[in-house]
């Protein structure tokens, strides 16, 4: 059960030592990767069949020991990112040179796996803190690979706003410590429903909410996105953007859903209202942008306001969609980047005045991003559609008028940004001449990794029931805690 | 003594957030240093502090008899200043680097990735 973080940490350090040899490197990182989404894929199999799974270190009983607990959120969740890196290391064999390599893309690629499945796996709250950080380091190393100036102006932005994240959260756990005393997430979700009332409970939920939203580049704290996103390898931005700002989701869903319920019902109004911030004003920033790069970076914001509009009802439909609308979320914005190198490396530029004419050049590769394109605005076929319609069908279900016309006028912004994207970079007839020539075997490179991510969107869009069915379950998990708290403490336990 | 340290995490707590709110980079790295090191008092504190009875099972016992002070707060502590070490030494390079780069110690001269005369995109063809 903690194979999916035994093995990249093991491998990463292997690859740590292997640095000279730069031809490994990429095949060790893809083995260990395929490993892993192996090993997630049971698990999330085993956890699907049987319950969530506990596993506790060195024996020290909960809740003094520290848990893993795979539910089917945290397994289902791991097993999509694991699958969005593999697909990330095969398109960095063509995208990381060899500078890259010798700056150790792969070792930070795998710890920062590490991170990213600890983080979803981890049953303690403490625990999920040093994951978070073990994440952050690596994700520091892929930022600044290459050291160019904007890079490192990026990188200073991110990673204080990012550390400042971090330290807040710990400062909530402090809080949440002092008064119920435990860190295991199952005893705190058993103890703070007796303290209603008796402990300062909303403060902690709010500066969880602060802390995490930063972590999720919710509006009023996500300038560190923007100004960082775009400057790394495409590679490592579509890592970024597909993973890292749904591990705040992710963790907001965990503490606000399934500890807090009470706090998260007196918190909804102001989750409500950044979650609408957050749709409009992203949607609104990609429409703002010639560079592309920049402007799925404001996309990635927009699919924050809409997870996080699950997070405002709490009701299951929309803590379902939120789920499920991750899931895309990290399959379609990875897609997004990889795409972006892809219009970079056939049209020649990263810029919607400069490219042109990539119909003529590769109409596979404007099928690829039609699709991706409709994903990620929310029209099917793409998977960003069901997810939305059970989010505004939540919202509605609630009375929250605004929060459903958000995510439909949001969604409406982002098709017209997209829109123009296809119109300026495909249809228009190149007149710079900037076009690279790209040769058969070269293509065939850089389009594998844009099939693999397209074919499980399509798969999401057109035959969504199973995927509702998880999570659903992964939802139910959440709200009824006691199946989660029940297998942490088969016995009752004190 | 609970209350004494409360005051003292709120001191730092408020010395780390002036320095953070300063446009310099160099303040701003130093604030962060000293808000961590406020929120680790904080842990210290939250697990209430006791210092005459040391947590020390005596042979023959299973568990510690009467009230001792809590050691998990110094573990949880300690983690955290190893992992806080190692951010504000890797943020204290890039802040050199990025003084060497951008010719720029100050947060209004970092602009190199968010250009201010960043042109919109075309309007037609």
């Given amino acids: 059960m903690i194979a999916p973080v035994l093995i990249p940490i093991a491998l990463g350090a292997l690859l740590l030592m292997l640095r000279q040899y730069f031809r490994w490197q990429a095949a060790v990182a893809s083995i260990g990767l395929l490993l892993m989404l192996v090993a997630n894929a049971a698990l999330l199999a085993r956890v699907l069949s049987d319950g969530p799974l506990v596993m506790t270190m060195g024996r020290w009983l909960p809740p003094f020991g520290i848990s893993f607990v795979a539910d089917p959120l945290g397994a289902g969740f791991a097993l999509v990112a694991t699958f969005v890196a593999l697909v990330c290391a095969a398109f960095s064999v063509r995208d990381i040179d060899t500078i890259g390599r010798r700056y150790g893309f792969y070792p930070f690629l795998m710890l920062m796996m590490a991170g990213v499945n600890g983080a979803f796996l981890t049953g303690d709250i403490f625990n999920l803190y040093v994951w978070f950080e073990v994440f952050l380091i690596a994700s520091f190393g892929l930022l600044i690979l290459g050291s160019q100036r904007a890079q490192i102006d990026g990188a200073a932005k991110y990673a204080i706003l990012n550390l400042l994240a971090t330290a807040l959260f710990l400062a909530a756990t402090a809080y949440l410590y002092g008064a119920v005393g435990t860190l295991n997430m199952a005893d705190i979700t058993r103890k703070a429903s007796g303290l209603h009332g008796s402990a300062p409970l909303t403060t902690i939920a709010a500066l969880y909410l602060l802390a995490f939203g930063m972590k999720a580049a919710a509006f009023p704290l996500n300038f560190w996105l923007p100004a960082s996103y775009h400057t790394p390898r495409i590679v490592t931005a579509a890592l970024f953007g597909g993973l890292l700002t749904k591990i705040g989701i992710y963790a907001l869903l965990r503490v606000l859903i399934m500890i807090f319920p009470v706090e998260r019902s007196t918190l909804s109004g102001v989750i409500e209202w950044v979650a609408i911030a957050t749709m409009i004003f992203g949607a609104m920033g990609a429409l703002a942008q010639t560079d592309i790069r920049r402007m799925f970076g404001f996309v990635v914001i927009s699919g924050v306001g809409v997870m996080l509009s699950g997070v405002a009802l709490g009701s299951a439909l929309g803590v379902s969609g939120t789920i499920l609308y991750a899931v895309h979320s990290m399959l379609a914005m990875a897609a997004l980047y990889l795409l972006a190198g892809a219009m970079k490396e056939v049209g020649g530029s990263f810029l919607l005045t400069d490219l042109g004419g990539i119909y003529r050049n590769s109409p596979l590769l404007t099928c690829l991003a039609f699709l991706i394109f409709l994903a990620a605005a929310g029209l099917p076929p793409g998977s960003g559609l069901w997810p939305k319609v059970m989010l505004a069908k939540a919202s509605i279900e609630a009375g929250e008028g605004w929060l459903a016309g958000a995510i439909l006028v949001s969604g409406f912004l982002a098709t017209i940004a997209l829109g123009r994207v296809f119109l300026l970079a495909f249809w228009r007839d190149a007149e710079t001449g900037l076009g690279t020539t790209v040769n058969a075997g070269q293509r065939l490179e850089i389009y594998t990794p844009l099939i693999a991510l397209a074919v499980p969107i399509v798969i999401l869009g057109i035959f969504p029931e199973q995927f509702i069915r998880i999570a659903d379950r992964a939802a139910g998990g959440l709200i009824d805690s006691a199946v989660y708290v029940q297998s942490v403490f088969p016995t009752g336990g004190n | ?125």
């Avoid at chain 2, 609970?2 to 980079?25: C, N, Q, R, T």
């Avoid at chain 2, 604030?31 to 947590?55: C, D, H, Q, Y």
């Fill in chain 2, 1 to 125: 003594m609970e209350a004494v340290f409360s005051l003292l995490v709120g001191l730092f707590f408020v010395v780390g957030i002036y320095l953070i709110l300063s446009k310099h980079m160099i303040r701003i790295v130093l604030g962060i240093a000293v808000f961590g090191n406020a929120v680790n008092l904080l842990i210290f504190t939250s697990g209430r502090l006791m210092r005459e009875t040391a947590p020390i099972i005596p042979a023959g016992l299973d568990q510690v008899p009467g009230p001792a002070a809590n050691p998990l707060p110094q573990a949880l502590i300690l983690t955290a200043i190893v992992i806080s070490f190692s951010f504000f030494a890797f943020v204290l390079v890039l802040a050199y680097r990025a003084y060497q780069e951008i010719g720029a110690d100050d947060t209004t001269g970092m602009r190199i990735s968010e250009p201010r005369d960043d042109a919109l995109p075309p309007m037609g063809y």
